[in-house]
Every structure is written in structure tokens, then in C-alpha cells.
């Protein structure tokens, strides 16, 4: 941040604005159009470019500034903004300074992010006014001298309720009293059902290799940098879990671009343990605990496991060494649905996320998480936040596998299984970027907690694919954080897109944070389709029914993802399985067992000898 000038809640309190740099989306002035820009305050001078880090577009002398204030959304841009007629009214969360040089008088109009976002702007850019018998101002990121109520009131007395006499009973009218308790009854939301406990950073994502051959994506082309927010989690445990636990880590991005929000939805393996969406809230209820005991069901999750061998893939990953990361940062993160492509020639590519750590891989074993969990239950969260702080920003090779559309039935396998791992002999990685974190949030419950993610999020150049579980999951993500977060969340800052927005359809709302101008309908006015956003057709065949898989092959991947084990490698699954298989009924043990005996006989007897048998 950069100090701005003195100025407080209060005339007789000066204080000093401490204003983040950041996008914004701004009028220009000859072009008429949105852009996209990144501001910050240096020398005394506004100056913004294209990107973090990028050459500067341009410099406005802060001395020069008469005015600075909020406005309304669907405003009319005033004549002297731009040379040429806008091409959209001002959205939400605009604001407008003005600045005097001579003779000359001129108007600037950007977007910000958030309503509370646009008055630091407005703030930090506005003039200071004279001290003597200035009226107090309530604007974001001031500091007051006293505690106020939501609406700006001084409170009272903080320290003691209104008494009907010093040993009398309360007093309803005791309002800040009522507010304050009122709203501690609230300050918790549902917590997602599964990856309740994570972490959250903020980073950028620079693309190093042209693949507009595969994607139209703007912000994949070659040399791009676009800011992100990230957040991991691990998946089965509840809020209060603790970080080391043997379980799978979930990985969610966002990425601003100029054309909307990207959301990758992913994990730290490259699978999952089931390939139908059917299955999934039967096997999340096995991870969770049992309605009766309110414990863990061992039983429940190896009988889950026994009776689906799809899984086997995925629990022979969560059973290796690289089932307790140390950290967040010594793990890889892979998108495991399979995506596409689409390029300017409206050609379509299968493709997968590849995000390789460049801190190395570093994990606990049973013992040592044990250790760990007894002295620290947020390890993830310490080590992520504490490296940042101190700039030991963590990064991941950006990567992906890409496959024509034409060449989806070579692979030997259904590319679109979610059990399955697409072999890199026959699809190799190609390295396109690097993903570096670089910033901690602020507010963990605004930023983190808040975060919503959903695969239904894309943008031109990207698009899904018939994977069925993510098919489930561009509804399923949607709707869980409607219900956790409400119907407007996307309007909350660290959700709201960086870009232009204009949504008729929608309106009103639990949270609405601010008017829809002509909040009505979609239009359908000559020219409104956007041919950027369509998708080339998507040949389909055979009839509608429950089809089950036709001779899945569950066992050759967990096999050879076995055979590469080094000897210590297979000795600590043995163990790890054989411990987790602990007070297990032993015909669930058997049917198992069974199970890792077709992925190699090796396998079987490895983890039979542990268990005694």
C-alpha cells in the first residue's frame, strides 16, 4: 500500500489512508470502452498500466485532482470522460474523480469491486477537506475514535449493560446490547459439507508458452499474467479438523480475467474414487461420521471401498506416502476432470490441469502426524501464511495434457473417467505457465470462508466436458454455495468478477449489494449473441438410460502405480492400509484384500502380512 494524506473518521483525529493498489476497470478515453487497468499511487501521481509489473499507460498528478465521489450504476458518462461515446453505462461499484489542469477540466470513471472497495478509491483520491469544521465522514478503512453501531451511532458504553438499578435486571431498550449479541448469534455460516477446513492466498498465474493452437482464452495467450486466489482444504474433516490428517486436499482457483471469473476445481491427485455422480454423497457419508455414534465408521469407508473397486486408484494414492503433505506447498494440484479447449478456429481439445509444486514433495508419516497434530492442529495453515509473509512466495508449474477431439477414443480407456489417468506416453504434459502465491488475505472469513468456487465458472476458450461427475458438479458447487452463501455471493468482493457486468435477469435477492439498473430480462436485441462465448457442436450417440460401464478396468493404473513404489514406499502403504483397516469386520478386510490381489499379488500379500494374516 502507499501513504495517501492525512485524513480521519473524525475532523479532529487525522489519520493516514493506507490505499492497496489494485485493478480497476476504467473508461477510456478515446476508445470509449472498459478496460481492465491496475492502479496504484506512487510519487504523488496516479498511474495505472495493463498489468502488475507492465510498462505504464498512464499518469495522473494526484495535486491535480478537485473531486472525488461514488457513482450510481446506469449514470450517464459526463462529456469530458472520453472522445467518443461510451459503449456502456457506468456499472456497479463505479466511481468518478475529476481533475483541473489550467483551462482544462476532465473526468474519469472507473468500476471497483466492491462498494466498499470504490469508497477507499473515492477516499483516497478525494481532496482533503479543512480540518476546522469538517462533519465526521464514515467511509471504509478510517479509523474512529470511539465504537459505533452498524449504522454509524456512538456507542454508549461498551463495557456494561443498561440495568434497571445497579442489581436490577436488563432493559430491553438496551439496543447496542440486543445489536451485539443479535449478531454474535450469526457470525457463523454452514460449512461446506465436504472441504469445510481450508487455507486461502492470492498469486498470478504468467502463461510462458503459446497455446492459442488449443484455446482463445485471453488469458492463457503467451506473456499474459493474471491475478488469482486460491484454496486449499483438506476434504472429509469438519471445520475443527486438524491439518495433518491422512486425507485427500482439495485445491480451488479463481482466476480474474478480463473476459469474467475461471474456476478450477481440483484436487492433489490426479483422481477421485468414483467415476458416477450417483455415488457421491453415498461415499462422502462414509467419510463423515455415523449419525448414531457421531464417531468415524472404519466399517463404513473400507465397506464403501470393497464394494466399488473404482476406488482403488484413489485409495491406494491416499495410502502411499503422499496421503499427509506436510504442507500445502509440497503437493501437486491437478484439475482430475477432463476439460476443453476451444480455439479461434472453434476446433475443441480435451485437456487436464497439471500444477507440479517447485518446493518439492515432503510428507508425514503416520507417526510424525500424530506428533504434529498433538502440537498444531492449522500446520497447513502456519506454513502457507508464514512463507508468505516473509516472501518465500510458493510457485507450481502450470501444465496441462491436451488432447484433439478426434483422438478421444485412442487412449485405451474412457478419457472422461474420473478413476482414470490419462498415460503421459501417449498425452505428455507441456509446461505453459507458472503459478506463484504472493499475498494472504487480510479478512480469513471475508476471503477465505466466503470464497465460492464452481466449475460452471468459465470463460471463452474453455468449456467442460461429458464427464459425468463434472457434469453433477457445474449444478452441485452452484447450489451449495446458494445455500451456504446466498443467491447474491458472487457480488461479495472476493467472488465478484474484475470485468464489466451487466446481468438483467437477475434481480433482487438475500444481500443484494447494490441496483440492477432495467432488472428485467435479457434482451433479445439484434446483435446481443456473443459468438465468442458459443461452442462447436458435440456429437452424441446410443440411448438414454442408467448405463453402467462396460468392462471398466479397475485394477492395471492402481497396479502400476504399485509397481513403481520403491521397497520403503510399499512397506509404509502395507502399513498405513493395515492401520486404517484396524477394528474393520474381517469380511470387509477379505473382500478388499481381493481387490488389491487383482492389482498385483504383491499388493495383497504386503498388506495381508501386515495385518497379521
Known amino acids: 500500500g502507499t501513504d495517501i494524506k492525512g485524513k480521519g473518521c473524525c475532523a479532529c483525529v487525522p489519520t493516514t489512508f493506507i490505499m492497496t493498489d489494485g485493478f480497476l476497470t476504467k473508461l477510456g478515453y478515446k476508445s470509449g470502452k472498459w478496460q481492465n487497468r491496475y492502479f496504484k499511487i ?5 498511474v495505472y498500466s495493463e498489468d502488475v509489473g507492465t510498462d505504464i499507460k498512464g499518469k495522473i498528478s494526484i495535486a491535480t485532482i ?47 469491486s466492491s462498494a466498499s472497495e470504490a469508497q477507499r478509491w473515492v477516499a483516497a483520491l478525494a481532496p482533503a477537506t479543512p480540518a476546522a469544521d469538517a462533519a465526521p465522514v464514515a467511509v471504509a478503512g478510517n479509523s474512529c475514535p470511539y465504537s459505533t453501531s452498524f449504522q454509524g451511532a456512538p456507542i454508549a458504553d461498551g463495557q456494561f449493560a443498561l440495568r434497571a438499578g445497579p442489581q436490577g435486571p436488563l432493559l430491553l431498550q438496551d439496543w447496542q446490547l440486543l445489536e451485539k449479541h443479535a449478531h454474535f448469534n450469526r457470525e457463523r455460516i454452514p460449512e461446506r459439507i465436504v472441504h469445510a477446513k481450508g487455507s486461502g492466498a492470492y498469486g498470478t498465474l504468467t502463461v510462458t508458452k503459446d497455446i ?101 486408484h484413489q485409495v491406494t494414492i491416499l495410502m502411499s506416502d503422499r496421503g499427509i503433505p506436510k504442507g500445502y506447498r509440497y503437493m501437486n494440484a491437478y484439475s ?20 507440479k509444486t517447485n518446493q518439492g514433495h515432503q510428507h508425514y508419516t503416520n507417526s510424525e502426524a500424530a506428533v504434529v497434530v498433538g502440537a498444531d492442529r492449522e500446520s497447513s495453515q502456519a506454513d502457507l501464511y508464514n512463507a508468505i509473509e516473509k516472501g518465500d512466495f510458493p510457485s507450481w508449474k502450470a501444465c496441462v495434457q491436451v488432447l484433439p477431439e478426434s483422438q478421444a477414443g485412442t487412449l485405451g480407456i474412457d478419457p472422461f473417467d474420473l478413476t482414470k489417468v490419462w498415460p503421459h506416453s501417449k498425452v ?13 488475505p487480510d479478512d480469513y472469513f471475508a476471503e477465505v470462508e466466503q470464497a465460492a468456487f464452481a466449475p460452471k465458472n468459465v470463460v471463452p476458450g474453455i468449456g467442460h466436458s461429458p464427464d459425468p461427475v463434472l ?7 452452484m447450489d451449495a454455495q446458494n445455500y451456504r452463501l446466498g443467491g447474491n455471493h458472487h457480488l461479495l468482493p472476493v467472488n465478484r468478477a474484475r470485468c464489466p457486468i451487466s446481468a438483467p435477469q437477475y434481480r433482487a435477492g438475500r444481500m443484494c449489494l447494490g441496483p440492477n439498473v432495467d432488472a428485467n430480462f435479457t434482451m433479445p436485441a439484434a446483435g446481443a449473441e456473443v459468438p465468442i462465448m458459443r461452442e462447436p457442436p458435440l456429437a452424441l450417440s446410443g440411448a438414454a438410460d442408467r448405463h453402467a460401464p462396460e468392462q ?52 495383497e500379500a504386503g498388506v495381508r502380512k501386515a495385518l497379521g494374516l
Open 66 to 112: 478537485r473531486s472525488a465521489e461514488v457513482v450510481a450504476p446506469g449514470s450517464k458518462v459526463s462529456p469530458d470522460a472520453c472522445t467518443t461515446s461510451p459503449k456502456k453505462p457506468v456499472g456497479p461499484f463505479g466511481f468518478r474523480f475529476t481533475t483541473v489542469e489550467g483551462s482544462t477540466t476532465r473526468s474519469y470513471y472507473c468500476l471497483a
Open 336 to 355: 482430475s476432470h477432463t476439460y476443453s479447449f476451444i480455439n479461434s478456429n472453434n476446433e475443441r481439445f480435451w485437456f487436464k490441469w497439471h500444477f
Open 552 to 603: 471398466p478396468d479397475d485394477y492395471t493404473q492402481p497396479g502400476n502405480l504399485f509397481r513403481i513404489f520403491t521397497p520403503d514406499q510399499k512397506q509404509r502403504l502395507f502399513k498405513n492400509i493395515a492401520d486404517a483397516m484396524q477394528g474393520v469386520d474381517a469380511a470387509i478386510i477379505e473382500k478388499q484384500l481381493s481387490h488389491f490381489g487383482k492389482a498385483d499379488p504383491e499388493y
Open 42 to 46: 506512487a510519487g504523488g501521481d496516479l
Open 471 to 477: 457434469q453433477m458438479r457445474i449444478f452441485s458447487y
Open 212 to 312: 492459442s493452437r488449443y484455446t482463445k482464452a485471453k488469458f492463457l495467450q503467451l506473456g499474459k499474467k493474471t491475478e488469482m486466489m486460491i484454496r486449499f482444504s483438506t476434504v472429509a474433516g469438519e471445520l475443527g479438523a486438524a491439518d495433518a490428517e491422512r486425507d485427500v486436499r482439495g485445491v480451488a482457483m479463481k482466476f480474474y480475467t478480463e473476459e469474467g471469473n475461471y474456476d478450477m476445481v481440483g484436487n492433489n491427485t490426479p483422481v477421485f474414487f468414483l467415476r458416477d455422480p450417483a455415488l457421491f454423497p453415498d461415499f462422502v457419508h462414509t467419510q463423515k461420521r455415523d449419525p448414531r455414534t457421531n464417531m468415524r465408521d472404519g466399517n463404513a469407508a473400507w465397506q464403501y471401498w470393497s464394494e466399488h473397486p473404482e476406488s482403488l
Open 428 to 440: 505428455p504434459l507441456e509446461e505453459i505457465g507458472l503459478l506463484e502465491l504472493n499475498r494472504n
